[in-house]
């Protein structure tokens, strides 16, 4: 492998420190040439900050800085590394980048230093896409994960799976090739058990996917109602700010407005939607499309309704609009949420549920009563999507399946485990069966990245920023 630079931190604006990282065999004879100090760069002494001049491409002094070098193996790539911590002038940075390259670097590409590590040995796949993970976590649930992941989490899940197989069918195979040695053979009874431990292990590694996705992408959650039923004023009560335009006229929103918020500690994708009726309005009409295709992609809805005026007051065309709504809402099969909106002005908000009578469906997982204006109520929504959304267990950090990829593996390779209990359960020989288990352990190899294709280990790679 060659040297490879890039800038780590800063360079797209000002800031008080930027970073460059060098990693490479040739990495401490560059570094020595855009660096001085009382030292050669090869004798500083190892994983320790040293003060120092960085020098241009004509070896003018262009900054003072420190320095540290990390020799291989014992560094993030696995093989010698090093890093610049400069003043955070884009300048300073890219003139000093420039200054490596001239040295004999080459600029990195994106994610290439963890893919070196990965290659090298020093993290498996589980554990580098934990480190993308990490830098775009946006709860600190998700930094928690992310980082026990990162520290082997997963792998530590997968590993007994492994070697359980592993066990099984080399010894299978140690028997068929070597029948003159002293080998102890694998009895039926042996597979069975294993297969059906690591059946179940994947069952609940898989079961796990759910909070892991809610922990790295957050939930899809559209905001419905009926026109003017407090549906923006909600959005900005959540969001903190005045995210969208709120006044007394109905259908004011004629489009989809989205907003990213913590509430119970869960991540909503929120997706404040045009109100949802019957309509001649054309532009209307076309947020009203634009709010039921949200709907139908969303994995929790919260159903707002007015509920500050009485009951009795309400035209017959509302009920119809209104009973049309739930019936959509409900027939989605997803979790939703009914919420009496406006409570600063009915009180203790009388449900609107209750006055339709006993319509064909789904209940809400839960009723919440708020005002978006004082605030009153917003810890019970808190609460109830908390509910819906459980972060898990402190120990279950870093073992839940986060990735679409990571979740296909492990589903292939559950699905190869039950087929190999299958054969054994239905009379084949224990060659038959081990077949499929080969199979899932050639899955579990691709979820760590002891087995994974190229063009898998390259796409993982290309997710990341240049510089990591």
């Known amino acids: 492998m060659d040297t490879i630079a890039a800038i780590a931190a800063g360079g797209g604006a000002p800031s008080a420190i930027g970073v460059i990282r060098v990693s490479g065999p040739d990495c401490f004879a560059v570094c020595g040439r855009v660096f001085r100090s009382a030292r050669p760069f090869g004798e500083l ?10 020098l241009d491409r004509e070896g003018r002094v262009l900054d003072r800085g420190l320095a540290v070098r990390f020799p291989g193996p014992r560094s993030y790539t696995g093989e010698d590394s090093a890093e610049f911590h400069c003043h955070g002038s884009p300048v300073v940075l890219r003139e000093v980048l420039a200054a490596l390259f001239a040295a004999g670097a080459r600029q990195a590409g994106p994610g290439e230093f963890t893919k070196r590590a990965f290659l090298n040995g020093r993290l498996d796949l589980t554990q580098a896409e934990a480190v993308v ?20 989490g997963l792998r530590r899940v997968l ?5 359980a197989l592993l066990e099984i069918t080399s010894r299978f195979y140690a028997v068929v090739d070597y029948p003159d040695e002293d080998i102890e053979d694998v009895r039926p009874e042996e597979i069975a058990s294993a297969l059906r431990e690591a059946e179940e292990a994947l069952t609940r590694l898989l079961a796990s996917c759910r909070r892991g996705q809610v922990l790295k992408k957050g939930v899809r959650t559209a905001i419905v109602g009926l026109p003017n039923a407090g549906k923006s004023s909600l959005l ?8 969208a335009i709120v006044t007394d006229v109905p259908g004011t929103t004629r489009d989809t407005v989205e907003e990213s918020v913590l509430c119970g500690g869960v991540l909503l994708r929120l997706i404040d939607t045009a109100g949802l009726r019957e309509t001649e309005d054309e532009v209307e009409r076309l947020g009203v499309e634009r709010s039921r295709k949200a709907m139908e992609a969303a994995e929790l809805i919260l159903l707002v309704s007015d509920n500050h005026v009485d009951m009795e007051n309400r035209p017959q065309a509302y009920w119809e609009d209104f009973r049309q709504l739930l019936s959509m809402v409900s027939g989605q099969g997803i979790p939703w949420i009914f919420v009496a909106s406006k409570r600063d002005l009915s009180g203790a908000g009388a449900g609107s549920i209750g006055a339709i009578g006993n319509p064909d469906w789904n209940g809400p997982a839960a009723y919440v009563s708020l005002s978006a204006l004082t605030g009153e109520g917003l810890e019970d929504l808190e609460k109830a999507v908390a509910a819906l959304f459980p972060a898990g267990a402190p120990e279950e950090a870093g073992s839940l399946l986060t990735d679409r990829r990571q979740e296909e593996a492990a ?6 485990v039950r087929r190999a209990r299958a054969a054994l359960e239905g009379g084949l020989t224990p060659d038959a069966a081990l077949t499929d288990a080969e199979e899932a352990l050639n899955a579990l190899g691709e979820l760590t990245g002891r087995t994974a294709r190229e063009e898998i280990v390259e796409r993982i790679f290309s997710r990341f920023c240049v510089g990591k």
């Open 236 to 243: 900005n009560a959540l969001a903190g700010y005045e995210r």
């Open 159 to 163: 590993e007994p799976i492994q070697e």
């Open 45 to 54: 002494e190892p994983r320790r900050m040293v003060l120092g001049e960085t």
């Open 411 to 416: 589903g292939r390779a559950r699905a190869a």
């Open 133 to 152: 993970d990490l830098i775009d976590a946006e709860t600190a649930a998700a930094a928690r994960n992310a980082a026990a992941q990162l520290d082997g």
